[in-house]
């Protein structure tokens, strides 16, 4: 008798948010013409996806090592962005430069470099809630006038004068929970330290798209037995949405590509769901669900 196959379904929310997408798309049709395309650091934190644009011919460039004035081709700034100093240095250069900053990271850093500009006035500092030496903070960092801070928790409150006017802004893929708990400990030690003459000014600059997929994977895990969570090595969104998802259903096993599916995760599934993070090609969850399906049948 045959017995039910078990269903797989893949997460509708996971896979590239708006910015990476829209880079990897201009990407393409840059390598669907005759000059060389190079990206200035790796277009998105997965290795299949990376490979995937290699074989078409796209070519990584090492941003702090490799000398940008041999380039001769195109090379893309990717979504998350980079100061005004490199794009001043590839013109320079006389590199044509593909610019897919995310367009949600180019109103950040006009906002930064505003706040940044005003502070100077003011006296005060703009603080940026990040981790430091990421793209996307080297961008914002660029974009300020020299006053600008960069905390990556609150336990580091301390390198702050809270007597200062203070504008403070969160890198767009930063944790919003962790995010607003440091912008509460903020307001509270400003209002201790200055009272009713504090000026604390918060932004809240994390990206929904990013903020919208914890809950998100939270309840994709609760609604399967087991989790197939997809995610290159390097990609810290990956982590994050997989500990989620960890967290709330503890057959959760993370790959990076089908090598990895083992058919002994789904003894006595009856609903295997397939996500990733917000760097995971579609493309790659479907191979990994086409192999789970295929494993499943076969048992
Ligand atoms: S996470 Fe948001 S801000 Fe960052 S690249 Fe994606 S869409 Fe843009």
């Known amino acids: 008798m045959d017995h039910l196959l078990p269903k797989v379904e893949i997460d509708p929310s996971a896979g590239f948010c708006s910015g990476v997408k829209r880079a990897i798309e201009a990407t393409e049709q840059l390598l669907s013409q005759p000059d060389d395309v190079f990206c200035l650091g790796e277009i998105v934190h997965n290795e299949a996806e990376l490979e995937r644009l290699n074989n078409l011919g796209m070519k990584i460039l090492n941003r702090e ?51 940044s500009a005003e502070m100077m006035e003011a ?11 990421h793209p996307e903070v080297q961008g914002l960092l660029g974009n300020s006038s020299g006053n600008a801070i960069v905390i990556r928790a609150v336990e580091e409150l301390d390198r702050i004068d809270l007597t200062r006017p203070l504008r403070v802004f969160s ?68 982590k994050y949405l997989s500990g989620i998802s960890k967290a709330k259903n503890s057959r959760t096993y993370v790959v990076t590509d089908t090598g990895q599916v083992k058919p002994e995760w789904f003894v006595n599934a009856l609903s295997i769901g397939v996500s990733g993070a917000t760097s995971t090609p579609v493309w790659l969850m479907h191979q990994v669900a086409g192999e789970i399906t295929r494993m499943i049948k076969n048992d």
Do not use: W
Request: contains cysteine; glycine residues 12%; hydrophobic residues 35%.
């Open 65 to 115: 090592k490799d000398n940008t004035g041999d380039i001769k081709g195109r090379i893309i700034i990717r979504a998350h962005g980079e100061p005004p100093s490199t794009f001043e240095r590839l013109q320079a250069e006389g590199t044509t430069v593909v610019d897919a900053t995310c367009p949600v990271v180019i109103r950040l850093q006009q906002r930064v470099k505003k706040a």
């Open 123 to 133: 006296r005060g500092s703009v603080i940026i809630f990040g981790k430091p030496g």
């Open 171 to 238: 890198q767009t893929t930063s944790d919003l929970g962790a995010y607003n708990k440091f912008c509460e400990a903020i307001l509270a030690g400003a209002a201790k330290a200055s009272g009713e003459k504090s000026d604390v000014i918060i932004n809240q600059t994390v990206c929904s798209q990013m903020s919208r997929r914890g809950p998100g994977i939270e309840q994709f895990a609760l609604s399967h037995d087991v989790i197939v969570f997809v995610s290159g090595s390097g990609s810290s969104n990956g």
